[in-house]
């Protein structure tokens, strides 16, 4: 039963900021009326931009619901490639952990980024716990199927390796722990105590890159709450 609890649970922490531009001018004003751009929005030759900001959470290794999230808010299509146009897209973390499509979903991201950016959209990567636990080795909540998708437990330590695995090094290089959109609203994973707020989002992202490069987050004061 743990997929439709999964599928409830993104459905409640789907948020969407439906947010339209105001119609762009048309070089000959004269011939269209605003109200023609209203009921025929998608045949003026200005196509109304869509400027969304879409933040979906826990994946949890779950491609067939993350899919169907992502088709339910608009961003991909049928088979799985972004129709978001210039939407933006922040998946706050945990895409991995409790399920068996670890791979497949870090695959998926990895080409949305690309296909989003192309057009001219943005896909945005923001670290859950569960990543940054299994970049510093913290394995208690890998299930079964998970390590065999990646052939067995030592080949999975190797792909997750920070510095030399081809996971890590994907993840590393594509995600934060924050991302402050357009320079008003700021994305995490968890809560933010304010001291550590205090410090900005450049600095937060910053050391947590520092303390998942050394795989030692249990140790680092930023992952360590109020630090009290
Ligand atoms: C989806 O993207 C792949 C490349 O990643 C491409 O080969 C394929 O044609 C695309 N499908 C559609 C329907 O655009
Ligand atoms: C991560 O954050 C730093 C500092 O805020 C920024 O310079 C960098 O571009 C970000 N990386 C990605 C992949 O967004």
Redesign the pocket.
Known sequence: MLRPILFLALLCILLIYFRQSTPPPTTSPSSSSASNKLKHPKTSSNPIKSNRVVAIGDLHSDLPQALAVLQLAKLVDEDGNWSGGQDTLVQTGDIVDRGPDTIALYNLFDKLRKQASDAGGKV??VYGNHEVMNLGGDLRYVTEEDYASFGGRQKRKEAWDVRTGWLGQMIY????I???HNGHTVFSHGDMEPQWARLG??M???LS?EAIWKSNYRYAPIFQGSGK
Do not use: P
Request: aromatic fraction near 14%; glycine fraction near 0%.
């Open positions: 945005v990567n290089s594509n995600f934060n924050t991302y402050i989002v450049d937060l992202n910053h890159r």
